[in-house]
Every structure is written in C-alpha cells, then in structure tokens.
C-alpha cells in the first residue's frame, strides 16, 4: 500500500470514483455482493421507471432499507476520510454512483451524484419539490407518498432504469475525471454505465488508475495498483496519513 500511499501524496488532482462497496461499512447493502440486493429481489424492477409508474407501492416497500432508513446509518472511516482529503487538498472531487448522501453528511463538498439523490422528491404530476426528511414523514403514515398539492405521485430525483441521466451532472463528472493526475475507484464493480467508464478519461489523459473493490472490475488491468479490502486500505491511510479518524474497523 505503499505505493497507493505515494501516489496520493504526488496527485496534483485527485479524483475518486465510489459505488456501493463503499457504504456496506453503513450497513446498507450493496447491489452484487454475497449479501447485496440482486440476491434478495429484483433490484432492476425496483429501479424500473415503467414499474415505478404502474405500481410505485414496489419501489416503497423495498427501498425503505436502502433508502428510507438512511437517517439511522452513518457515515463510516471511508467517507469520513476522503472528507478530510478534500479538507487538505490532496482530493478534489468525489463522484459517487450512489444515493446514500454518506458523502455530504462526512463533509465532503464537492459530490458529484451521477444516479441523482433521495435529498430531493418531486411530483410527478404539479412540480412541487419535498424534502427528504418530508417524504420519510409521508411514509410513516402512508404506502406511497402523494403530493399534498394536487394528490399526484412523488418520485425521489434518483435516476432510474429508463431514464435519462443529467447532462450536466455527467459532463462535470467526465471534466473532473479528464482533469485528474490520479483517479482511486473505491467499491464498484465498474459495470454501471457511463460511470464504469470515467477512469477511461484519466487514462486517456496521462493520469493514474487505483482500484480497491472485493470483486473483479472490466478496468482491472488497467491499474497502476489494485487491493481487495477497503477497510485494510483506509486503516492504513488513516495511520500514515494522520488522518485522525478514531473509527478503526
């Protein structure tokens, strides 16, 4: 870990890429993993926009752990650090494929939430935005949220399968990582598109590539160093670095 250790302390710009395998540590589960949510139902029908339309009870009943429960998770030593590395400078932006808003509640600032984010619902039939701390009040008392303006069904902005990302997000999410000296994929698979292609766009530019992730990725070979444990990496940075992080796993 050396190496990685270095190559942080010599980025110039420093770019990170998380999925899900990031905020297991959270206690929320990720999507392919031994005990991720592709092996406890149909994640893709959850995230169906045409389902959501024809019965949107789906996508409440079993995003309540994922989503919904998220004000009882906190952030864990990945997110608290890589807020500290953007505190000093060494990490200039972080591009996230998940909703968990993990990012934001460690101090990160500048996240880039290329899947959208629950912190935000809107009314599919009048406009009308909710907070999320106002759609968990909804759901404490109803299956499905409903605008109390006009009664017309509540979506969060989360992108679904269906859906059109955000040019805007993913065209700051690509200069980001055409800019980077230095991108460190942490908990993806890189199988989710376009995200699993912005390390492409560094290497495209002359930069460096790390990966950590428990499973293969399509980019492996592709790494300058590439490690399995998330929690031996950042117990490492956090000592060498002096991180000051007292959440040790």
């Not at 050396?2 to 999507?31: H, R």
């Not at 009308?128 to 902005?157: A, H, Q, R, W």
Request: aromatic share 8%; glycine share 6%; charged share 25%.
């Amino acid at each position: 870990m050396q190496e990685l250790l270095t190559l942080l302390q010599n980025s110039k710009y420093c770019v990170i890429l998380t999925g899900a395998g990031i905020s297991t540590l959270s206690g929320i589960p990720d999507f392919r993993g031994k005990d991720g949510i592709y092996n406890k139902f149909d994640a893709d029908l959850i995230f169906s926009i045409d389902y959501f339309n024809e019965d949107p009870s789906y996508f409440y009943t079993h995003s309540r752990e994922l989503i919904y429960d998220l004000e009882r998770k906190e952030p864990n030593i990945i997110h608290k650090a890589l807020a500290e590395l953007e505190r000093r400078g060494i990490v200039k932006a972080v591009i996230t494929q998940n909703i968990d808003m993990l990012h934001q509640r460690a101090g990160s600032e500048n996240v880039i939430e290329v899947h959208g984010s629950p912190a935000r619902h809107t009314c599919l039939a009048c406009g009308k935005k909710y907070s999320f701390e106002e759609v968990v009040g909804l759901l404490e008392k109803e299956e499905v949220p409903m605008c109390n303006e006009c009664g017309g069904l509540i979506k969060p902005d989360v992108v679904f399968y269906g859906e059109m990302l955000e040019h805007d997000v993913i065209e700051k999410a690509i200069e980001e990582s055409s800019r980077a000296d230095l991108i460190i994929v942490l908990g993806s698979t890189l199988v989710v598109q376009p995200a699993a292609t912005l390390p492409l766009y560094t290497l495209d530019h002359g930069g460096e590539l790390v990966i950590v992730n428990n499973m293969p990725t399509p980019l492996d070979d592709y790494a300058r160093s590439r490690y399995d444990d998330l929690v031996e990496v950042f117990n490492y940075l956090n000592e060498e670095m002096g991180l000051n992080i007292s959440e040790h796993i």
